[in-house]
């Protein structure tokens, strides 16, 4: 799968700006009608170190009304945590009726991480994907909306990335010995990776896989995924709204109608 990914993909500022001067105001009314129309909704973070996950979930908090999201960051587990079910420490974390979860790294880990480091049984691992599945059927069944995203670079471009930021005195903390040996072994986990997308992309919970090679196409389909989404959902519960097309359309005709 990851193979047929086009990581050339790129995006000029200009568009940029005139795709995200639709999106932003979009996103953020949608949310709004998400709100109110109840709707739970849980944006994933995936991808490989350095590909930009930080930046394209910034990017998505200036989108969004903060009063309405929390952003979880997903560590190694606490001692308190270990003791329970490996799914409880999310389960926790779930979002309310009209608020939205942003997880910045998530349960894959165990399936990633935790396999390729051998820190799981195999048994473990295979009974990790079955959990999952489970997991994100109760909550789609409860209406969580759920969007999951691989952000996916080379490993030349993560190579490339980690030097960049190792010259930067303010950014060189940001790679350490552990990163240096997850890029060795990149392929390793690129079927670790493989594994986890067919395992584990749903009807209800589908993966989205972002080339992001260039952050600015990253960030605008990362928007395009969630107003996609989001709209669909809303259609289905029979909400009214502007869509993303009709936005377009009177902008347009706003900036017309002032030249």
Known sequence: MLEKVDLKARLGKN???ERMNVLRPHLFELQRVA???GIPTMVVFE???AAGKGTCIGSLLEWLDPRWFKVHAT???LPEEIMRPWMWRFWLKTPNKGELAIFDRSW???VMVEHVDKLISKEQYERA???IRQFEEQLANDGNLITKFW??????EQKKRFRAMEKDPNQAWKVAKEDWKHHKQYEEYELAVERMLAETSTHYAPWVIVEATCLRHARVKIA???VRNLELRLTDKGEKFMTMDERAKLMKEKAGASK
């Open 15 to 17: 568009e940029y700006d």
């Open 35 to 37: 709100r109110g129309a």
């Open 47 to 49: 991808g490989w170190d």
């Open 75 to 77: 560590y190694a587990p």
């Open 108 to 110: 894959y880990g165990r």
């Open 129 to 131: 994907f079955i959990e």
């Open 151 to 156: 952000l996916h670079i080379s490993s030349k």
């Open 224 to 226: 395009e995924t969630l």
